[in-house]
């Protein structure tokens, strides 16, 4: 806990995140002293349990998120109640920072996979500091960049290859990250397809000695078939 003083009267004060610690997210680590001891000013802790939502679609946006430890899923949802997932945000990346831009409501609903550890800027703030400091908007242009590329590439993948090629692909993804057990649910919504379909999909990748499925998960057993199946031969 930290105490600051004002007009006579001690306050509590939210102890300020130490510039290492901010360093450790690629867009903070690229502004220079000034720039981030400034913005360390506004960043705020947060921490959320598996499971729990940290933002919902079409809501008024609390600021943009960087995460430090943990997975976040963000999706969006049809009005028929299917669901779609657009990206798993990890440790070092963001999200929420178009809601900030175009004034509209947040883009996607955004749960926590594990147990999340991160750092939110609210919306003002970031204003407030761009005005300051055009180096940040420089960052948040290219950060933002990066993403649409990789929606761009979703898209490609939904309209262009099969669902047995996108499974493929995202299994192949966690396995590389070192987590790959994954449930059908899970699965289907990455790849936009409906959890029957997906399932069949699977059964034929385990048949193959590809995966594994145990308990309602998939385990991959050969990453090296599965990049051939991604590749579309």
């Known amino acids: 806990m930290q105490y600051c003083w004002q007009n006579g009267i001690v306050l509590y004060c939210r102890a300020m995140i130490p510039l290492e610690e901010l360093r450790t997210i690629p867009l903070f680590a690229m502004l220079d002293d000034r720039t981030l001891a400034d913005t360390a000013r506004y960043i705020e802790a947060r921490t959320y349990r598996p499971g729990e939502y940290i933002a919902y679609e079409g809501e008024r946006p609390a600021g943009v ?61 970031l204003i407030t500091l761009i005005r300051r400091h055009p180096d940040l ?74 995966v594994r499925l145990e308990r309602g998960r998939v385990v991959v057993l050969d990453p090296n078939g599965l990049a051939r199946v991604g590749n579309g031969t």
């Open 65 to 125: 998120y960087f995460v430090q430890r943990g997975r976040v899923r963000l999706s969006r949802t049809a009005p028929d109640g299917r669901e779609q997932v657009l990206a798993m945000v990890g440790a070092g990346e963001n999200f929420n920072a178009v809601a900030i831009f175009d004034a509209h409501g947040t883009l996607t609903t955004a749960r926590a996979m594990s147990a999340v550890h991160c750092l939110i800027l609210p919306g003002d703030a």
């Open 137 to 210: 908007a420089l960052a948040m242009l290219r950060e933002m960049a990066g993403q649409l590329r990789n929606l761009a590439v979703l898209v490609e993948d939904l309209a262009f290859r099969s669902v047995r090629e996108r499974l493929a692909r995202e299994l192949l993804r966690e396995a590389r990250e070192g987590a790959a057990e994954l449930t059908h649910q899970e699965l289907a919504e990455r790849t936009g397809t409906v959890r029957e379909i997906a399932g069949r999909a699977l059964r034929q990748l385990a048949q193959e000695g590809l």
